[in-house]
């Protein structure tokens, strides 16, 4: 079983590549990674408005993958502890950050749950959830806080586009389509 | 009280906290991977603040970025202050965003509605 992870993840990106990374997602690529991008988006002049909300969802998605990626199947190429791809483009209307990550088949569940609760929720409630989380939830042992994905989809008004497809048994591969508008 | 003073990087805030003048600054970006680690010295320190308080503490935070992380850490710095605020001194959040930026304006809305210190909401203009 198993199948190309690179193009699965290709099939699913669009527009004009800005970063493009697979392996280790550590502290020190994650810097680099929002340098590149914020230089990139301040030499295209793009609205300060635009930039931030950029660069803020870039951070949380990247953070996501740092704090929260499974580590890949026993057979895979590559054993990094925080396997992970990730691509920033920029399209007409905007800019699209794609993730892509193996998730243990006990917690796809979870992740798609999490994700259909987000999607299903008005922009204020969105807020609400957000704001609820915020006071009420610790942070976790992983260090995240649980509000990433309620984050993104607050920031950029769009629902969190996913596939999630069965690898072998054990995982299936996730990838997480984010939109950031030009406008809104 | 000793004052706690970190200069900024690019993944955390310049820390000024001075007990002596009542003075507290958050400005730059807050987006370590470990933002309890980078917060909790300053928890600490404002639980001692919180034994002998000023009669008037003035909070200025002036971000430009924060994670979801920092969120939860700026939070419990914020509980800190109502503590203080809630055994009769005066606290004020000074709450700066720049021009445009409704997200980091509605950051601080969000803190505003969940903590009672008064917030103000003061717009940056380059």
Request: aromatic letters at 12%.
């Amino acid at each position: 079983m198993g199948f190309n992870i690179e193009n699965h993840f290709f099939d699913q990106s669009e527009g004009k590549s800005i970063f493009y990374y697979k392996g280790n997602i550590d502290s020190e690529l994650i810097n680099q990674v929002l340098d590149t991008v914020e230089d990139q988006l301040i030499r295209d002049n793009e609205h300060p408005r635009v930039r931030k909300r950029v660069y803020n969802v870039l951070v949380e998605s990247l953070q996501n993958l740092y704090h929260h990626v499974d580590m890949a199947p026993e057979d895979f190429e590559d054993q990094s502890v925080k396997f992970g791809l990730f691509s920033v483009n920029k399209v007409d209307e905007g800019y699209k950050i794609l993730t892509g990550n193996f998730v243990r088949s006990d917690n796809v569940k979870r992740l798609e749950e999490r994700i259909n609760r987000i999607n299903r929720s008005s922009h204020e409630e969105i807020k609400e959830l957000y704001k609820f989380i915020l006071n009420h939830q610790r942070i976790s042992a992983k260090g995240g806080g649980g509000l990433g994905l309620v984050d993104i989809a607050r920031k950029t008004g769009n629902k969190l586009e996913y596939t999630m497809k069965k690898y072998d048994d054990d995982f299936s591969f996730f990838c997480l389509n984010i939109f950031v508008n030009r406008k809104n | 009280m000793e004052p706690i003073i970190i200069e900024g990087t690019p993944k955390t805030p310049t820390i000024r906290f001075d007990a002596s003048e009542g003075i507290f600054e958050i400005k730059g970006r807050s987006i370590p991977e470990n933002s309890v680690e980078f917060y909790k010295p300053l928890v600490e320190w404002l639980d001692n603040y919180k034994e002998a308080p000023l009669d008037k503490t003035v909070v200025n935070i002036r971000l430009e970025y924060f994670n979801t992380s920092s969120s939860k850490c700026i939070l419990d710095v914020f509980k800190k202050l109502e503590a203080i605020h809630k055994a009769k001194n005066d606290v004020e959040v000074n709450w700066f965003y720049e021009e445009d930026d409704e997200d980091m304006l509605e950051a601080g809305e969000d803190y505003e509605s969940i903590i009672r210190v008064p917030f103000k909401m003061i717009e940056i203009n380059d």
